[in-house]
């Protein structure tokens, strides 16, 4: 099975992502199964045509189970699975945290505001319509995050740097999955300002907790687990 999911990626998405195969394989079954609404592919895809006709192979092989859909965001793409995304954002706001790092700002949570109702419905539309054309001042960093399934998603002004200064300290996350044959993978890989530690720490752990309750993770896994570290980061994005 293995061998026919790298011969279909390099068939379609080309050679030069040889190296990228069981990445991206691994993102797509994480999708497929529901472990996450989304795959972002911000490297390397030459067209959409070419990741749709991808999907549809997988998907008439049944190598994948789900209808997944395959949708181009400005230079990247992204695959995601409707069912999922809808079933996961049915209160969007209790789901993700939004964190301004506008620049020269100290970040913060920003509960709810006009920017961040467009960054949501921009999301709906991309997953209802099968495509997306965003605002010309829409924080596509901040919608990569929430279709991505981030708890915790980065905002900051349209005309401003990606960044809240030239380094920050942040608490790094990622959940991690162990498969049978003791082989660790990353299935998410987020932060946020470790100045807000006492307002997300609880928000992040709770969002795991039900993750891991779900289940769907024991499709591919034997066990899951999330790990955060303090860390220094040049700038803060995706």
Not at 5 to 21: A, E, H, Q, T
Not at 72 to 82: C, T
Not at 158 to 167: F, R
Request: glycine share 4%.
């Amino acid at each position: 099975m293995d061998e026919e999911w790298n011969k279909l990626i390099i068939l379609y998405l080309g050679s030069k992502l040889r190296r990228r195969v069981k990445e991206i394989k691994l993102n797509i079954q994480f999708v497929d199964f529901g472990l996450k609404p989304s795959y972002l592919l911000d490297f390397g895809v030459n067209s959409l045509d070419s990741l749709i006709n991808l999907i549809h192979d997988l998907e008439s092989r049944r190598l994948i189970q789900r209808h997944l859909l395959a949708v181009k965001l400005e230079m990247d793409y992204i695959v995601m699975n409707p069912d999922v995304f809808m079933e996961m954002y049915t209160e969007p706001y209790d789901v993700v945290k939004f964190v301004d790092i506008t620049s020269d700002n100290t970040p913060k949570v920003v509960v709810k505001s006009d920017a961040l109702d467009q960054v949501i419905s921009t999301c709906f539309s991309a997953v209802t319509d099968g495509s997306l054309k965003p605002a010309d001042d829409i924080n596509m960093t901040s919608v990569f995050g929430v279709l991505i399934g981030y708890p915790v998603v980065y905002w900051f002004e349209p005309d401003s740097l990606k960044s809240a200064g030239n380094s920050q300290v942040v608490q790094h996350a990622e959940v991690l999955g162990m498969t049978d044959n003791e082989q660790t993978e990353v299935v998410f890989s987020f932060s946020y300002p470790d100045n807000l530690i006492n307002v997300l720490e609880k928000h992040v752990s709770a969002w795991f907790q039900k993750w891991e309750e779900a289940g769907k993770w024991k499709e591919l896994f034997k066990s899951v687990s999330m790990k955060c570290e303090r860390r220094t980061l040049l700038s803060m994005v995706l």
